[in-house]
């Protein structure tokens, strides 16, 4: 469905209902699962109790706030890829492939590893360290103008130099990895109301912006020449979603350290159910990606007793199959 086309309403309102159903429903398995698990219905007296209860403090202090950061993660993942997909042309384009998850992730690695006293400052780091990346990828792809192709080789290079430093890095500091090794893999234990404050700060910003960013992202995947010709200034469009892109990356690399494949993958199922118009496929993306990854992270808590899986991990493992699949047997989808 290309984005010119009708929204068909009833379908994008019926596929909304169905998310946020899925959605409750995995808050409800989130919070109720672990290794001390309660029934639902144990769990609802205890928060309707003015007393307060071991069920009581495990849900409201340690479980609920992952479940919100799980949430926000998500849905912010989601709208970066899908953003980023609309800037390259490129399906395959998503916070991790280009390099801004790479940028904040290798700036956020350095002050765990190096800096480890100005730990609370990690957020403003890996913000700078995503732009950063941002800038040296567009500095490398601009010539007469940003080329999509250009930006997506850039940022294939700039994420195998911050790869190699990343790793020169752990080498030098291999007695300081515990914490380290939690983040590069994706990891959303131990979050408490201190992150879901953080991340819902800048998460809401950076979906706000999301949003603005609609009817460019509709031009941008136009082409260049119809982009131009609806009076779109395609430079600064992609300079600007990739900009939003970036915050809402770093804001999760952040909190939650590299997860990956949701902004990859979750757009594409997103395409398949409601098309590529961004007005009904970005809020459907954002939603669907804090099912994926409520879910996934679930997985990583229940599918080993004793053991905790990180969530990044999961992803890796369900994701990387999945997208193969569709570049098989969905080809159409991969590439408008």
């Given at each position: 469905m290309k984005s010119g086309k009708k929204i068909s309403i009833l379908r994008v309102s019926t596929v909304v209902l169905i998310l946020l159903i899925l959605l409750g429903t995995a808050t409800l398995l989130s919070v109720a699962v672990g290794s001390a698990g309660y029934s639902i219905t144990e769990i609802i007296k205890a928060l309707l109790s003015n007393e307060t209860s071991p069920i009581k403090t495990i849900v409201v202090n340690l479980r609920m706030p992952r479940v919100i950061v799980a949430v926000l993660v998500g849905a912010s993942l989601a709208a970066a890829g899908a953003l980023l997909q609309s800037v390259m042309k490129n399906p395959l384009a998503d916070p991790g492939t280009i390099g801004v998850s790479a940028g904040a992730g290798t700036a956020a690695t350095t002050i765990l590893l190096i800096l480890p006293q100005m730990t609370s400052a990690v957020p403003l780091f890996a913000f700078g360290g995503a732009c950063l990346a941002c800038v040296l990828i567009y500095t490398m792809a601009w010539k007469d103008g940003v080329d999509p192709t250009r930006?997506?080789?850039?940022?294939?290079?700039?994420?195998?130099?911050?790869?190699?430093?990343?790793?020169?890095?752990?080498?030098?500091?291999?007695?300081?990895?515990?914490?380290?090794?939690?983040?590069?893999?994706?990891?959303l234990s131990g979050r408490s109301w201190f992150h879901v404050k953080q991340l819902g700060f800048f998460a809401s910003i950076g979906l706000i912006l999301a949003f603005l960013c609609i009817k460019s992202a509709n031009a941008l995947q136009l082409g260049d020449e119809m982009a131009k010709s609806l009076g779109v200034k395609v430079s600064g469009s992609r300079v600007f979603l990739s900009a939003v892109s970036a915050f809402l990356a770093a804001s999760t690399v952040s909190v939650a350290g590299m997860i990956g494949f949701v902004g990859l993958v979750v757009p594409h199922i997103s395409r398949l159910i409601v098309g590529s118009d961004y007005r009904a496929m970005l809020p459907v993306s954002m939603l669907l990606g804090s099912v994926v990854l409520l879910v996934a992270d679930t997985l990583g808590r229940i599918i080993v007793p004793g053991m905790e899986i990180p969530v990044g991990i999961i992803m890796a493992v369900c994701g990387g199959p999945f997208f193969l699949y569709m570049l098989r047997k969905k080809g159409k989808v991969i590439g408008n």
């Open positions: 930006i997506i080789l850039s940022g294939v290079a700039i994420n195998s130099v911050l790869g190699a430093y990343n790793s020169l890095l752990k080498m030098l500091n291999a007695d300081s990895l515990e914490g380290v090794l939690a983040f590069m893999n994706g990891s």
